[in-house]
């Protein structure tokens, strides 16, 4: 115990007390006076605060006061109790007082261990026992509804974290490693009160100070996993890789499920019938950029038939000439050793880079009061790290309960294949945060129970899984049920892979944002209410998100209309303005609205000004240095963004090797000025400091003029070196920018005289989505000849494409569009009464031209 840990400890009568912060207290009671200072399951960690406190005793009365808190506390045998243990704390403009024992009803929920055998937030019911039939032990509920495990975060402005019962780590000696014992007994108690009102982020930061931050997965974990449950061959699985790539889809992990090992559900050892030659598949996997994770239900022991059998049996002490099963003993530290060292190290030695727990281990073991999951969650952790300490180690595992966050990533468990299920995961993503479980990865498109895919929920489910913490697709076993991109139909074979493309497009956005949630402990979705914490509606939009601080995503999960081909999202939008990127249109908040996406938008909203970085199409999500920068500045609002990049493999970003290129926009008059700089003395190994890039500026109007360090350059409909062009479908200019150097710095002058823009072209890039949607369903009904509406709607849809070539032409174009526009779809929609009048019966041709129509009229 250093000093100051003992400057911020108070002792009272079988009681101590350690205040960790003005916000924090640490609360024991044991009445035997043994303390813990090790850490535990749970607790990894009590960084103190130098915290400024008074202490006043009266006889067996203790009060501690900080800054922030009173803390009243009576001796009594009894230990803590409502009586004798309170603290008064601010909330808001309020006092209040917390006794020990007040239930917390407004408590903001955290998470489940597991979504198994879920539909939605319910468990399927089979004959009135909610229970997941391959585990009992674990699974059995008497509920439909499982509870959530509580968050840290309340409305009311407090958070009690109670470790009392939770496994110590204790070290037999300094050079051993800790290892996990039993709870202490039932008359202790340890619990963490902490305060912040409505600052949730602060309340989180509070937490971390003792369960510890999250760390930051590598890179690739953050592109596209292939996962199924199906008896791959070596060749398939190669297979999936090459056609990944002739399809031009990026994919960075290959999951590997448990039908690689022989027999049964645990396994140690390849099937040479599945894979004759495994050092050569691995080899083939990692020299083409994939990652290995291999799935494990290590619960049954090692059988005979295992190739590690006999070595197994000596190091244990087995008879191998008996034929027993080895059994399994997390709480052996002699069983463990060989566990790795014998059965996981030679994989890993072959390529395999992370491994799936896939539970098995019900929640009892040798140890009483020791629950399996979370402590092989730290082991597993442990030993990667201890192996490969120069890159960032990561499991994939369900959660493990309080600290969880610390051993990234979590995996959800085998959900239903419907839409109650799609609908449930982006409110239980970002409930996650509010237990520091920010890295949930769900089966994407679902696992079982399902006659056929339904290709519109896959669809949206990936849309979703693109805006989430991880993109993993996974289906169980099912001939229809597939998840290859590829055999889908158009449109959701297009959609399906531009939604991949979008993802690895992001990268550079979203491991800037990881660093910014690793700095503040918090999470890369997160509720609403973290900043609108005193807006009751924020509260109740459960199915949107922060995605990272420049986006919010309202994923659509519901089918929809069977007539318009729209499916309809009720979303609520904060106060000031906002653009829905899909749609281009702008929403001043507060207030709920109702819109209508096509399949091929996601609403995804940003404030005016919002700036981030992309990049060119890539295959591999890589690391180091991301090439070929697109920088995203939405609007000329004022604004400036920090991009923070590192190396995408080690634990550097912890000791700040990070490079932070500041990007900052500022406006006068007819003038955008945008600047490009890394900033700062911190760096990380091998970053170059030389960029391909460019701007990309949505819903801007065509320029007079455009300088580069205040060169001008030309306009060019294709780039080759630094020039400006102009997309006419969604009124974006793009400044390519060539190669910069980031160190030196990039300045960007933007002129235009427009100021009847935003008026001329107020609901375009809404109305050419539209348009565009709605010619697609008109040409599916053409016959012979094209009707009137077949053919005006392509002219008007190819408005953007005239506009990409000609931007000279805006003014005209915007006229003409406007003028035509005013004309749908009334005049059409009396052609089509009088052909089926002429005809005397709907035929597809008209009932298509109506579906259009229909679209045409909601957009109106």
């Known amino acids: 115990m250093n000093t100051q840990q003992q400057q911020s400890i108070v002792f009272g009568k079988s009681a101590r007390f350690t205040v960790l912060a003005d916000n924090c207290i640490r609360m024991e009671y044991s009445k035997s006076g043994d303390f813990l200072d090790a850490s535990t399951l749970s607790v990894a960690q009590r960084k103190i605060q130098s915290t400024e406190f008074s202490i006043k005793?009266?006889?067996?009365?203790?009060?501690?006061?900080?800054?922030?808190?009173?803390?009243?506390?009576?001796?009594?045998?009894?230990?803590?109790?409502?009586?004798?243990?309170?603290?008064?704390?601010?909330?808001?403009?309020?006092?209040?007082?917390?006794?020990?024992?007040?239930?917390?009803?407004?408590?903001?929920?955290?998470?489940?261990?597991?979504?198994?055998?879920?539909?939605?937030?319910?468990?399927?019911?089979?004959?009135?026992?909610?229970?997941?039939?391959?585990?009992?032990?674990?699974?059995?509920?008497?509920?439909?509804?499982?509870?959530?495990?509580?968050?840290?975060?309340?409305?009311?402005?407090?958070?009690?974290?109670?470790?009392?019962?939770?496994?110590?780590?204790?070290?037999?000696?300094?050079?051993?490693?800790?290892w996990?014992?039993?709870?202490?007994?039932?008359?202790?108690?340890?619990?963490?009160?902490?305060?912040?009102?409505?600052?949730?982020?602060?309340?989180?930061?509070?937490?971390?100070?003792?369960?510890?931050?999250?760390p930051i997965p590598p890179r690739f974990a953050f592109g596209l996993w292939f996962s199924r449950y199906w008896e791959f061959t070596d060749k398939e699985l190669e297979n999936i890789v090459e056609t990944h790539d002739d399809y031009n889809i990026p994919l960075d992990v290959l999951v590997i499920d448990m039908d690689w090992h022989k027999l049964g559900w645990t396994g140690y050892s390849w099937d040479p019938?599945?894979?004759?030659?495994?050092?050569?598949?691995?080899?083939?996997?990692?020299?083409?950029?994939?990652?290995?994770?291999?799935?494990?239900?290590?619960?049954?022991?090692?059988?005979?038939?295992?190739?590690q059998y006999e070595a197994m049996c000596e190091e244990m002490g087995v008879d191998a000439s008996s034929g027993d099963t080895v059994p399994f003993d997390c709480t052996s530290p002699r069983y463990m050793d060989a566990y790795f060292r014998l059965l996981h190290h030679p994989f890993e030695d072959q390529g395999v880079r992370f491994w799936w727990m896939d539970w098995q281990q019900g929640k009892s073991t040798a140890i009483k009061g020791l629950d399996a999951l979370p402590w092989l969650n730290y082991l597993h952790w442990q030993d990667l790290a201890t192996r490969f300490p120069k890159r960032r180690p990561m499991i994939f595992s369900r959660f493990g309960g309080p600290g969880a966050g610390r051993y990234p990533i979590g995996f959800s468990g085998d959900t239903h294949?419907?839409?109650?299920?799609?609908?449930?995961?982006?409110?239980?993503?970002?409930?996650?945060?509010?237990?520091?479980?920010?890295?949930?990865?769900?089966?994407?498109?679902?696992?079982?129970?399902?006659?056929?895919?339904?290709?519109?929920?896959?669809?949206?489910?990936?849309?979703?899984?693109?805006?989430?913490?991880?993109?993993?697709?996974?289906?169980?076993?099912?001939?229809?049920?597939?998840?290859?991109?590829?055999?889908?139909?158009?449109?959701?074979?297009?959609?399906?892979?531009?939604?991949?493309?979008?993802?690895?497009?992001?990268?550079?956005?979203?491991?800037?944002?990881?660093?910014?949630?690793?700095?503040?402990?918090?999470?890369?979705?997160?509720?609403?209410?973290?900043?609108?914490?005193?807006?009751e509606d924020a509260y109740l939009a459960k199915d949107q998100y922060f995605f990272g601080r420049q986006m919010v995503i309202a994923p659509i999960t519901q089918a929809a209309d069977l007539q318009t081909g729209l499916a309809r999202k009720r979303i609520w939008i904060p106060e000031g303005e906002w653009i829905d990127l899909s749609l281009g249109l702008k929403h001043q908040g507060p207030k709920w609205i109702e819109e209508s996406y096509t399949l091929q938008e996601v609403p995804v909203f940003v404030k005016p000004g919002a700036i981030w970085v992309e990049q060119a199409h890539k295959l591999r999500a890589g690391t180091g240095s991301f090439d070929d920068l697109e920088i995203v500045v939405?609007?000329?609002?004022?604004?400036?963004?920090?991009?923070?990049?590192?190396?995408?493999?080690?634990?550097?970003?912890?000791?700040?090797?990070?490079?932070?290129?500041?990007?900052?926009?500022?406006?006068?008059?007819?003038?955008?000025?945008?600047?490009?700089?890394?900033?700062?003395?911190?760096?990380?190994?091998?970053?170059?400091?030389?960029?391909?890039?460019?701007?990309?500026?949505?819903?801007?109007?065509?320029?007079?003029?455009?300088?580069?360090?205040?060169?001008?350059?030309?306009?060019?409909?294709?780039?080759?070196?630094?020039?400006?062009?102009?997309?006419?479908?969604?009124?974006?200019?793009?400044?390519?920018?060539?190669?910069?150097?980031?160190?030196?710095?990039?300045?960007?002058?933007?002129?235009?005289?427009?100021?009847?823009?935003?008026?001329?072209?107020?609901?375009?890039?809404?109305?050419?989505?539209?348009?565009?949607?709605?010619?697609?369903?008109?040409?599916?009904?053409?016959?012979?000849?094209?009707?009137?509406?077949?053919?005006?709607?392509?002219?008007?849809?190819?408005?953007?494409?005239?506009?990409?070539?000609?931007?000279?032409?805006?003014?005209?174009?915007?006229?003409?569009?406007?003028?035509?526009?005013?004309?749908?779809?009334?005049?059409h929609a009396v052609f089509c009464d009088l052909l089926e009048i002429a005809q005397k019966r709907v035929t597809p041709e008209v009932l298509k031209n109506r579906q259009a129509i229909d679209v045409l009229r909601a957009t109106k």
Not at 109 to 122: A, F, H
Not at 185 to 211: K, N
Not at 428 to 457: C, K, M, Q, R
């Open 273 to 307: 019938t599945f894979f004759p030659d495994p050092g050569d598949t691995l080899a083939y996997l990692q020299d083409n950029g994939i990652k290995i994770t291999m799935n494990l239900h290590p619960a049954d022991g090692v059988a005979q038939h295992e190739d």
């Open 417 to 535: 294949i419907s839409w109650k299920s799609l609908a449930y995961q982006p409110y239980f993503t970002a409930s996650g945060a509010n237990v520091g479980f920010g890295y949930w990865s769900h089966d994407i498109g679902g696992h079982f129970f399902s006659d056929e895919t339904d290709p519109e929920l896959y669809t949206r489910w990936v849309q979703f899984g693109a805006y989430s913490p991880v993109l993993r697709l996974h289906e169980s076993k099912s001939v229809e049920d597939h998840r290859f991109f590829w055999n889908y139909k158009r449109p959701f074979c297009d959609v399906l892979i531009a939604t991949a493309r979008k993802r690895y497009q992001m990268l550079p956005y979203i491991t800037s944002e990881l660093y910014t949630c690793w700095r503040d402990d918090s999470s890369l979705c997160m509720p609403m209410y973290y900043e609108y914490p005193e807006v």
């Open 180 to 214: 996990v014992t039993a709870p202490r007994g039932a008359e202790v108690q340890d619990l963490y009160f902490s305060a912040y009102g409505s600052d949730y982020y602060r309340g989180l930061q509070t937490m971390a100070r003792y369960l510890g931050k999250q």
């Open 57 to 178: 005793e009266d006889g067996n009365h203790l009060k501690i006061e900080t800054s922030e808190l009173l803390l009243s506390y009576t001796a009594t045998s009894q230990g803590f109790s409502s009586e004798t243990l309170e603290i008064r704390y601010q909330n808001g403009a309020d006092s209040r007082v917390w006794k020990y024992g007040d239930a917390d009803d407004q408590n903001l929920p955290g998470t489940l261990r597991t979504l198994d055998c879920m539909d939605g937030d319910r468990v399927v019911s089979s004959n009135g026992t909610y229970v997941c039939p391959w585990d009992k032990d674990v699974m059995e509920l008497t509920q439909e509804t499982p509870d959530v495990i509580p968050g840290y975060l309340s409305k009311s402005g407090y958070t009690v974290f109670d470790d009392s019962s939770t496994p110590p780590l204790i070290k037999s000696s300094p050079q051993d490693p800790a």
């Open 634 to 827: 939405v609007g000329p609002d004022a604004s400036t963004y920090c991009w923070n990049e590192d190396d995408g493999d080690s634990t550097g970003y912890q000791q700040n090797e990070i490079a932070t290129i500041e990007i900052t926009q500022s406006s006068e008059a007819c003038a955008r000025c945008i600047t490009i700089q890394q900033t700062g003395t911190s760096t990380y190994a091998g970053v170059k400091a030389t960029r391909k890039a460019c701007l990309r500026l949505p819903f801007s109007a065509v320029p007079q003029r455009v300088t580069i360090d205040g060169a001008s350059v030309d306009f060019s409909k294709r780039a080759n070196g630094p020039s400006w062009r102009y997309a006419g479908d969604r009124l974006e200019l793009v400044v390519e920018l060539g190669t910069i150097d980031l160190q030196a710095g990039c300045t960007v002058e933007i002129i235009s005289e427009d100021s009847d823009f935003k008026a001329k072209t107020e609901r375009y890039v809404y109305r050419q989505s539209r348009l565009q949607h709605a010619w697609s369903i008109a040409q599916a009904g053409a016959f012979k000849s094209l009707t009137p509406l077949q053919r005006s709607l392509p002219w008007l849809a190819q408005t953007g494409r005239r506009l990409t070539h000609f931007p000279n032409q805006l003014n005209e174009e915007m006229s003409t569009f406007s003028d035509k526009w005013e004309r749908l779809p009334d005049e």
